[in-house]
């Protein structure tokens, strides 16, 4: 069927059906969701697990036998209280809970959200290389100078922990912040081989098309992303500047450790990331637990900027992006810096879309005589094309006038979608009443039935050349399935792609206009030609 469509709609039918199987595909097989429970506060004692030990240049290592895993008993030994978050931390000197107070993160059942997985290894882990040694690390319990400290709003304070293990004292010294972070050193009073765990990404909301897992960021602006369920073999980097385990909006970091060290990356039986640093006798670094908000990680250390990823068009993402922060700056709302947003990028894009507008309307114009020409050379394809490319040259038309600008505009609808997508800015902001949060679906649906009647109606006053009506049922039942692809979207996405369809509408209203005036025109000079022979 495709051979019947033009280089246009082929074109389109290929980004459409694209954009369709891939939003069905993850809307019928969303990614697992953490257990509720996961989700919810821990308890003051939690069974946990510590990974066997390893290290790469002493152990030989797979995917499967990093999971190996025995389960340990642990304590709640100091918790940390700060506006934002309370943080607990285990007698094996882990961090094991993270709780954000700010109901604008709560999970999907209304509870605060905890940023440590359940399973897998915490933060602050450590593992030794020596495997009895390990064994004993796994179930002596530290001690701690303070069981419980209290930040203020721009406050810090300091807890150190100690393990005494045979013939080694093991002493972490932590200053936590109020806004998150925290610096943190390592002392072993022997020379021991270990390694330092990251820990998992947080379990909060993972909503279809975003991207979950590990990130290295090390040389000279290089990211390495390590999505859960893709991760093969192991991976070793020097001269990194930060370490990350995330989801869409939450990030456990490390950074501000010494180039020299070494990161590895391995896999757990689903293939998901294990990040682990090697460890020094003396070892200094710096932490974040917390949500990816830009200012905030600008304000702590401007490398943790580039914790915040946007997928293969984080090259367009990135400075669209700082605008939506500048329009929010101007605004005070995040849905009208969208709007806002939404008419810079048309304004931006109007020479490229406008463009193939107009070769829509030169296609629609000439597709007479085109299929007049096809009739006539039907036996004789090599005639056939080389009389239709000489009519589209005689009428100035480009069969590719319409694609390129499409083409052209393919990264910035993803960069945009991605942008919106992962922007924990938008969590908890409001617009016009009915809308509590952009960052989550129109509770009463009302921008995606917006949204799929404009796109109707562009649609229908949008120039279609099918000759197969089979094709252009088709393309009308789109607007039907993009609503019901968008009710589960956020609404801040959906709110620029409703305010872009409006755009659409009113420019191709006037290129419309525009040809309607000149076919007007060209039959008044006719109908006086006509007359003038006559007279």
Known sequence: MLEKFTPNQRLLVAVVLSFVFFIGYTTIFPPQTPNSESNSTQVEKTSQVALEPTVQTSLETNGSEISNIKTVSTDTLTTITAKEFTLKIDTLGRVSSVVLSNEKHNGKDGKLSELIAASGPKPLQIRFANEALNDAAATTPYTTSINNIALGENGKASVTLTQNLPELTVTKTLTFYADGHYDASIALSNEKRYSLYLGQHPEIIEQMMTVVGGMVYSGENLTTIFEDGDVEGRSIFSDVHLVSAFDQYYATIFYGFDKNTQVSVERDMSSNPV?????????????????????????????????????????????????????????????????????????????????????????????????????????????????????????????????????????????????????????????????????????????????????????????????????????????????????????????????????????????????????????????????????
């Open 275 to 535: 990040i682990y640093l090697e460890g020094t006798p003396n070892f200094v670094f710096k932490g974040y637990i917390g949500p990816k908000e830009y200012k905030t990680l600008q304000a702590i250390d401007p490398i943790l900027v580039n914790a915040i990823e946007f997928g293969w068009f984080t090259f367009v993402a990135t400075p669209i992006f700082k605008i939506l922060m500048w329009l929010h700056g101007i605004f005070g709302n995040w849905g009208w810096a969208i709007i806002a947003l939404t008419i810079i990028i048309r304004v931006f894009l109007y020479p490229l879309t406008h463009k193939g507008m107009v070769s829509m309307q030169k296609i629609k114009d000439i597709a007479p005589k085109i299929k007049e020409v096809q009739e006539k050379y039907k036996g004789d394809p090599a005639r056939m094309n080389a009389a239709v490319m000489e009519m589209y040259k005689k009428h100035g038309a480009n069969p590719l006038g319409g694609c390129l600008p499409l083409l052209l505009q393919i990264p910035v609808f993803f960069a945009i979608y991605r942008v919106l997508l992962n922007a924990v800015e938008l969590q908890g902001a409001p617009w016009m009443g009915w809308i509590g949060d952009l960052s989550r679906m129109d509770p009463y649906f009302i921008l995606p039935i917006l949204m799929g009647a404009t796109m109707y109606y562009q649609q229908k006053i949008t120039p279609s050349n099918f000759t197969d009506p089979l094709q252009e049922k088709i393309f009308k039942f789109l607007p039907v399935i993009f609503t019901f692809f968008f009710f589960t979207f956020p609404a801040g996405l959906v709110l620029y792609w409703f305010v872009n369809n409006l755009f659409s509408i009113a420019q191709q209203y006037l290129v419309n206009k525009q040809f309607e005036s000149a076919r007007a025109a060209r039959h008044e000079a006719h109908l006086a030609r006509k007359h003038h022979e006559k007279d």
